[in-house]
């Protein structure tokens, strides 16, 4: 079992900037990929970034690509999110996703355990 926890959500007006934090702790062994969705009100979740275990594979979604950067460290079991610019369709919950695998996907169902969520709210 792998547990995920996310902090760093909040509410900020739009242009502002947030960074999401996710440890993970249990058996996670190397060479795993940790992403992020989003699900906001009325929507279906959708993926926001994801990066491999060592750092040099990142993908991310056409709307956040220039604004948000994702990163790790695995010595802390840690992944990021830092969100620049944000706008207010950025509203969302913010989940943490963990997959055992060598390959940065972009598809939800693929990784096998998830946070709980934080709540990104963006002002206009």
């Known amino acids: 079992q792998v547990q995920l926890v996310e902090s760093g959500g909040g509410l900020v007006q739009a242009g502002g900037s947030l960074r999401l934090s996710c440890v993970a702790s249990?058996?996670?062994?190397?060479?795993?990929?940790m992403g992020w969705f989003r699900r906001a009100p009325g929507k279906e979740r959708e993926f926001v970034a994801a990066i491999s275990w060592g750092g040099t594979t990142t993908r991310y979604a056409d709307s956040v690509e220039g604004r948000f950067t994702i990163s790790r460290d695995n010595a802390k079991k840690t992944v990021y999110l830092q969100m620049n610019d944000l706008k207010p369709e950025d509203t969302a919950v913010y989940y943490c996703?963990?997959?055992?695998?060598?390959?940065?996907?972009?598809?939800?169902?693929?990784?096998?355990?998830w946070g709980q969520g934080t709540q990104v709210t963006v002002s206009s």
């Open positions: 249990g058996r996670t062994f190397s060479s795993y990929v």
């Open positions: 996703a963990f997959e055992q695998s060598n390959i940065v996907r972009t598809i939800g169902r693929v990784y096998n355990y």
